[in-house]
């Protein structure tokens, strides 16, 4: 069965420096892709980063970076200098072959608090 | 550019009051279409998705139901809310042809609210 965990419910971090949020998941298929998105209190889904299964590199996308470790089944998102407004929820989530190609998970889901 | 709409944008209505969604999508054609709804403080639940018109597929058995009138229209329906159906509902667009790598576009939402 294809899941995404996100196991923390909140996190907090100090303006300016990094912060990780993190994600992990099951899944059968040989090829999947995994997503991160943030929701801020407006309620739209911004698509942040994307990293393919078969990717050799982390993707980084300016201050977002996915720590993508296949074995573990982890896909950390790192964002890096936070800003206050990087407060939101973010969200992770996969999609794969065997989700039928057109249903993408979705995880619980962190609140990243920024302080100033 | 594509663009994805949803109206409206806030909603509260009444228990066993009828209900009726719309989303749209602008500068894509043959999109897939997506309904989610997500309850306070939780992720998304995917509930209909769509690969043409008048092609529904339904994830969760419940009271709602949707259809794709047109290419670029997709509807979310209840004859009969009930309190369950309050939560923040999402349309989403992809690209017809999918790969484990094709992201999904979301409109703005709707915020329902079932008194």
């Known amino acids: 069965a294809q899941k995404i965990t996100q196991t923390q419910p909140g996190m907090f971090v100090q303006e300016k420096e990094a912060v990780t949020l993190d994600c992990t998941y099951d899944?059968?298929?040989?090829?999947?892709?995994l997503f991160w998105y943030k929701q801020p209190s407006s309620g739209e889904m911004i698509f942040l980063i994307y990293?393919?299964?078969?990717?050799?590199q982390n993707a980084t996308e300016g201050r977002y970076s996915l720590n993508f470790q296949k074995a573990r089944k982890s896909a950390n998102l790192v964002i890096s200098a936070s800003q206050l407004g990087d407060s939101a929820m973010y969200f992770c989530?996969?999609?794969?072959?065997?989700?039928?190609?057109?249903?993408?998970?979705f995880g619980a889901g962190t609140r990243l608090f920024v302080k100033a | 550019s594509q663009t994805i709409h949803q109206w409206p944008a806030t909603l509260v209505q009444p228990v066993g009051s009828p209900l009726s969604l719309e989303c749209t999508v602008e500068g894509t054609s043959n999109p897939n279409l997506y309904w989610y709804r997500q309850a306070a403080g939780r992720g998304l639940q995917l509930l209909f998705y769509s690969v043409g018109i008048g092609q529904i597929s339904s994830e969760v058995p419940q009271n709602l139901s949707a259809s794709r009138p047109q290419d670029r229209q997709f509807i979310l329906s209840s004859k009969k809310l009930l309190l369950s159906d309050s939560g923040f509902y999402l349309c989403?667009?992809?690209?017809?042809?999918?790969?484990?790598?094709?992201?999904?576009?979301f409109g703005p939402g709707t915020r329902l609210t079932v008194t």
């Open positions: 989403a667009w992809s690209a017809l042809v999918e790969t484990s790598g094709t992201e999904q576009y």
């Open positions: 899944t059968s298929d040989p090829s999947y892709g």
């Open positions: 989530a996969m999609r794969g072959i065997n989700t039928g190609g057109f249903k993408t998970i």
């Open positions: 990293q393919g299964s078969y990717d050799q």
